[in-house]
Structure formats: C-alpha cells, structure tokens
C-alpha cells in the first residue's frame, strides 16, 4: 500500500504503469542486484543494505510518505485469541516491553548487534544500526539525521493498535479494488484491532493507552486522514482502479 500511494500521489497510476511483483524482503536485495526487478518497497534493514551494497538508492522513506506511521503487526486468528487468551495477553505482554527497551536510544547499538546474526536479520549490524540511530545516507548524496526515525514505543503511542490506522489500509484496499464494495469500515477494524485485550495486557505491564481510538494524520500528498468518513475517503482518489 505505500507503494501503491507513493507512485499514485506522483501522477503514476499503480496497475497500469508499472508491474509489481511480491518479493521477501530478504531477497529484495539480490533480486534487484540480479536485474530481477528495477526497485522495491520494504522495512529496513533492506533499504539501507541495497546502499550499502552500492546497488541502489532511497527515494523516499516511508516516514515521509506518512509520519508516524503504523508498521509490522502482532496478529492471530480469532480462534487462537478466544482458545488462549491468557497466552494471547503474554505475546502482546512481551511485544510491549521488548519495544520499551528496543526504543530507549541507548540499547539500539546492542539491540542492532544481536538481530543482525544468521539466526534473525541476517545482515551487518552497521546497516542495521544507523537509520535504527536516526543517521540516514540516501546513497545518492544526501546524508541526514532524520528526527521522524524509527520508533518502537513513545510511550505506548507507537503500539496502540489505532481503528482509524486499521481503517486507512481498508481504504486503500477499496481504492486499488482489493475490496469490490465499501464495507462497515469501523465495525471490521473494531474486530480485528482487538482493543480490549490490547488494553489489559497494556495495564499489566504499565504501558499508557491513548483516549482517543482515531486518529489524524496527514500524508505526503497533504490529504487528511482523521478516520470519521471512510467510505467518502476512499473513493475521494483520483488515481484508483
């Protein structure tokens, strides 16, 4: 879906001018070092590792395309949460205190050293470590320290699993004819987000939980995502299938 909205808000149409194909992100690298594929859209380390490998470029960081944005998720089936809800809270238990410690500054460089091993990310801890650290290199001449970099907690505001976040990916899903018709946008996030169990495994380990279950936020190409018009939203598009 970034992909998708990146080319779009630069006059690309997704589906028709380009052809994009699915790759693993560990493979992207060699794909393209082979030819394979002309560019790609992936979560670090893979983009920093294609620089660092001298075999391609950052256009455009995702932060730039939507600050603050939601990323990887913890997801189950909805039988497994009802079978285990005691092991369901433990996982979200974990997930929230490992991103406590992964987001104090002063634990990246370790943290970076021991997923960089054949066991986990499989790539130089240096790749790892300098946009984990905010130290961005496009590759292409512009070095910066990006203030919107990489972060796993902010006090719980990064973990909180937002209706309108899961909304916004319904919408583009509508937009790029994923979805044929416009479905009860609120009531599916509302499912899928899983709040209540969210909420207690939060209070276990004394992690906030924001008051407010939508959220706004605004994109590269200045539209105003707030979560309260869905189906007027993802049909707002120009470029859509």
């Not at 496009?138 to 203030?147: Q, R």
């Not at 916004?168 to 979805?179: A, C, S, Y």
């Not at 936020?217 to 707002?236: C, H, I, L, R």
Request: proline share 6%; charged share 20%; net charge neutral.
């Amino acid at each position: 879906m970034w992909l998708y909205y990146w080319l779009a808000a630069h006059g690309i149409h997704p589906l028709q001018d380009v052809k994009t194909i699915t790759v693993p992100p560990p493979q992207m690298v060699a794909n393209m070092r082979v030819g394979n594929m002309d560019g790609y859209c992936v979560g670090e380390p893979w983009n920093a590792r294609a620089i660092h490998d001298k075999i391609g470029f950052t256009a455009a960081t995702t932060q730039e395309i939507w600050q603050d944005h939601p990323e990887k998720v913890l997801g189950t089936t909805q039988g497994f949460v009802q079978q285990n809800p005691n092991t369901a809270r433990a996982m979200l238990m974990a997930v929230l205190e490992a991103s406590k410690y992964i987001d104090a500054v002063a634990n990246r460089a370790s943290v970076a050293k021991i997923i960089s091993s054949k066991s986990y990310v499989n790539a130089p801890a240096e790749v790892i470590e300098g946009r984990f650290l905010g130290d961005y290199d496009n590759g292409a001449g512009k070095k910066w320290a990006d203030p919107n970099y990489m972060k796993f907690y902010n006090d719980g505001a990064v973990n909180f699993p937002y209706l309108s976040d899961g909304m916004w990916f319904l919408t583009q899903h509508k937009r790029w004819g994923l979805l044929k018709s416009d479905p009860d946008y609120l009531a599916v996030a509302q499912g899928v987000n899983q709040l209540e169990l969210y909420k207690q495994a939060a209070l276990q380990v004394k992690v906030p939980v924001p008051t407010d279950l939508l959220r706004s936020s605004t994109f590269m190409d200045g539209s105003v995502w707030d979560g309260k018009e869905p189906k007027t939203y993802a049909n707002s598009f120009k470029i859509k299938t």
